[in-house]
């Protein structure tokens, strides 16, 4: 079994946003962790990095898992507001992406966020998942 996470993102001559970079970082980790996780159950995660032209703001960092967009998975409204970062690679005013998340607004999508998802599109419980393997049977992931 295979877990596809795509995550697009607004690319200006080799730079992204900060609140993509962020929910970028965010991804690595997870799906470095997902990896280690879910291998274990012969479910391997594939992950795509689709890069978007300032044209394309409004699809800017969503992430879809197995072709389903995050905030038709999991609890998490979508907002629009105002970014600098984005503004700045545009060079013109910009509102971009942002989200609330149990019970926060966010201008990045959070790793929890990414794991509840990705266990959630796969059928799995969240509690019943150990990542034993990075963590040598401990608590600390």
Not at 48 to 77: C, R, T, W
Not at 120 to 141: A, F, H, M, Y
Request: hydrophobic share 30%; proline share 1%; charged share 30%.
């Amino acid at each position: 079994m295979k877990l596809l996470i795509e995550w697009r993102h607004i690319d200006v001559d080799g730079e992204t946003c900060n609140r993509c970079y962020d929910t970028g970082e965010n991804l690595n980790h997870e799906v470095k962790r997902l990896n280690k996780t879910l291998q274990q159950r012969g479910i391997s995660v594939e992950f795509i990095d689709s890069k978007l032209n300032n044209h394309q703001v409004a699809e800017s960092n969503k992430i879809y898992f197995n072709g389903i967009p995050i905030e038709k998975i999991i609890d998490m409204e979508v907002l629009e507001n105002f970014c600098e970062s984005c503004s700045s690679l545009m060079g013109k005013k910009t509102f971009c992406r942002s989200i609330i998340f149990e019970g926060n607004e966010y201008e990045d999508v959070p790793a929890k966020a990414i794991r509840q998802a990705a266990l959630k599109v796969l059928g799995l419980d969240e509690s019943k998942v150990s990542n034993k393997s990075c963590c040598n049977g401990s608590n600390c992931c």
